[in-house]
């Protein structure tokens, strides 16, 4: 069967395409506005320099510490710094990321860590015993990072093998920039709470993320330099990019601002 002639001679090459994914969002962002603000939590200001060092960290450590690409990193926090940087970190390391309902019980958190095959998983203190009690239950056991939060005192504990900025200490600033080879490689997963049976598992590619998020920004007409406030939790925006909406407009020349509050 003859080619078209637009088919013969114009491979697909680096030079001419490029995968879609909201992972060039955060490295754009820090290359063009490294020194405007990117996270406020509490006392916790970091910009978007730093915060895309720290997310190359994550992607750095994990990878030391043997998690494969293509493998699950799950997420049982908040709105707090940690749970954005994994939203870039985990996929940098060509993981996807499975950020988990912190209102469920230990026994359906449990079959999504099993179901998901979790190799990692980020834990908030205050949900230690639901963690504790789900991994339990577990054949297979995920590695348990501790994610202290100091704008809160823990009821919980910690139950982790190592706390989160221990681990990003293990990481590389400057570990490689992959974007996937493949833009419908997973980036991340997500369950419904399981009210029918058993919680049912949605894949989003990278290209779904970095399309879902562009049309959040036209749906929502986003200003020139907004200021994001966060009023829902994390976990259930499903993908990285995304946003709820724009507050109005800041005054001072940045190019966004997260800022977190805790979700209960």
């Avoid at 998983?121 to 939060?149: G, N, S, T, W």
């Avoid at 490689?185 to 399981?194: E, V």
């Avoid at 993320?209 to 007409?221: E, T």
Wanted: glycine share 6%; charged share 20%.
């Amino acid at each position: 069967m003859s080619q078209s002639i637009f088919e013969q001679g114009l491979p697909r090459t680096a030079a001419n395409f490029v995968a879609l994914s909201p992972l060039t969002f955060i490295e754009r962002t820090a290359s063009v506005y490294p020194d405007y603000p990117a996270v406020i939590h509490g006392a916790t200001r970091r910009d978007w320099g730093t915060t895309w060092e720290r997310c190359r960290r994550l992607a750095s450590a994990l990878e030391r510490r043997g998690v494969k690409p293509g493998e699950t990193v799950a997420a049982m926090l908040p709105n707090v710094p940690a749970m954005f940087e994994a939203h870039f970190g985990v996929p940098l390391a060509g993981c996807v990321l499975n950020t988990l309902n912190i209102r469920l019980d230990a026994e359906a958190i449990a079959y999504m860590l099993e179901h998901g095959e979790a190799k990692a998983i980020l834990v908030d203190p205050e949900f230690a015993d639901v963690i504790e009690a789900a991994v339990a239950k577990l054949e297979e056991k995920p590695l348990i990072i501790d994610v202290a939060d100091p704008e809160f005192v823990p009821e919980g504990r910690a139950i982790g093998e190592v706390e989160y900025e221990a681990l990003l200490a293990e990481g590389d600033p400057a570990h490689p920039y992959r974007l996937p080879e493949d833009e419908w490689q997973a980036i991340s997963l997500n369950y419904t709470s399981g009210t029918t049976g058993n919680p049912k598992g949605v894949v989003y590619h990278h290209r779904g993320a970095y399309l879902n998020a562009i049309s959040n920004i036209l749906v929502w007409a986003m200003p020139h330099h907004p200021v994001y406030l966060w009023t829902l939790p994390m976990f259930s925006t499903a993908t990285a990019g995304a946003s709820p909406g724009p507050s109005p407009p800041s005054p001072a020349p940045t190019s966004a601002c997260a800022r977190w509050s805790r979700s209960g």
